[in-house]
């Protein structure tokens, strides 16, 4: 869910507006935190004992502490939900800062999130994420099974692995990389071309001249020096006006 929020300590208005202290959520378990392997950064996480009935605690990634707290310590803060369920809109005590997590994909920032006790605030629908050694999919028929034991009527589960997220969320990069680096190619090939045409050329109008240098004792060596000399004089000058471009536009797709 998103939702907005005050801290204790805030003003209800102006500065930390509703709008402004916005932030994610996810209704989590106490081993999710362990099973996509988020460091925790400071504080505790997610314990048994955070169940129904005890003190509502939270935490939040490091994007919120950054964001809402600067140079403060949200250890022990309290927040309140903008939201008319009893639930979401119980203070919650922030007990944990945990590492950020790009879910919208690699290319963008992390958001601030907070995270909240499945047991202290039930859902109707989840997501399992299983930890397991090798491949993940190999352990699908323990988890159906699994699932199966807690309660038969529950729908068959559809399994996506972690590398086939982070894949997906790849894949417009990946295209754009694929088709530069195609139309580099092509334009390395035309400018091969290009050099191979223009120096054949070049030789062709200098026929004469080199029949004059060969009569008059010139070594074919040299001739073939004269030639390497003209194509080294074409490289050079578009290495020199190439180069810099390159430098420029490798920037732009570094970021890709």
């Given at each position: 869910?998103?939702?907005?929020?005050?801290?204790?300590?805030?003003?209800?208005?102006?500065e930390r507006a509703e709008a402004e202290a916005s932030i994610g959520g996810r209704i989590v378990t106490?081993?999710?935190?362990?099973?996509?392997?988020?460091?925790?950064?400071?504080?505790?996480?997610?314990?048994?004992?955070?169940?129904?009935?005890?003190?509502?605690?939270?935490?939040?990634?490091?994007?919120?502490a950054q964001r809402f707290f600067p140079n403060e310590d949200p250890i022990g803060r309290r927040l309140v939900w903008f939201s008319w369920d009893p639930i979401e809109s119980t203070?919650?005590?922030?007990?944990?800062?945990?590492?950020?997590?790009?879910?919208?994909?690699?290319?963008?920032?992390?958001?601030?999130?907070?995270?909240?006790?499945?047991?202290?605030?039930?859902?109707?629908?989840?997501?399992?994420?299983?930890?397991?050694?090798?491949?993940?999919?190999?352990?699908?028929?323990?988890?159906?099974?699994?699932?199966?034991?807690?309660?038969?009527?529950?729908?068959?589960?559809?399994?996506?692995?972690?590398?086939?997220?982070?894949?997906?969320?790849?894949?417009?990069?990946?295209?754009?990389?694929?088709?530069?680096?195609?139309?580099?190619?092509?334009?390395?090939?035309?400018?091969?071309?290009?050099?191979?045409?223009?120096?054949?050329?070049?030789?062709?109008?200098?026929?004469?001249?080199?029949?004059?240098?060969?009569?008059?004792?010139?070594?074919?060596?040299?001739?073939?020096?004269?030639?390497?000399?003209?194509?080294?004089?074409?490289?050079?000058?578009?290495?020199?006006?190439?180069?810099?471009?390159?430098?420029?536009?490798?920037?732009?797709?570094?970021?890709?």
């Amino acid at each position: 869910f998103t939702s907005g929020f005050l801290a204790d300590g805030w003003p209800s208005g102006g500065e930390r507006a509703e709008a402004e202290a916005s932030i994610g959520g996810r209704i989590v378990t106490r081993g999710y935190r362990s099973a996509l392997d988020i460091p925790l950064v400071r504080g505790r996480e997610i314990a048994s004992s955070d169940a129904a009935g005890t003190p509502a605690i939270a935490l939040i990634n490091e994007a919120a502490a950054q964001r809402f707290f600067p140079n403060e310590d949200p250890i022990g803060r309290r927040l309140v939900w903008f939201s008319w369920d009893p639930i979401e809109s119980t203070p919650r005590t922030i007990v944990g800062v945990v590492g950020d997590v790009r879910h919208r994909g690699l290319s963008f920032a992390p958001e601030p999130e907070v995270f909240i006790p499945l047991a202290q605030a039930p859902m109707r629908a989840l997501h399992v994420v299983v930890r397991t050694d090798g491949d993940p999919l190999s352990r699908a028929g323990d988890v159906r099974a699994a699932l199966a034991a807690l309660d038969p009527s529950l729908p068959a589960p559809r399994f996506t692995t972690l590398e086939e997220v982070v894949s997906s969320s790849l894949a417009r990069p990946r295209f754009t990389a694929t088709l530069l680096g195609l139309f580099a190619g092509l334009a390395l090939i035309l400018a091969s071309v290009g050099i191979a045409g223009l120096l054949a050329f070049s030789v062709e109008q200098r026929t004469r001249e080199f029949g004059v240098r060969v009569a008059l004792g010139a070594e074919p060596g040299e001739i073939l020096r004269l030639v390497a000399l003209g194509a080294l004089r074409l490289v050079g000058t578009g290495l020199v006006l190439g180069l810099p471009s390159a430098v420029a536009l490798s920037r732009v797709v570094e970021g890709m």
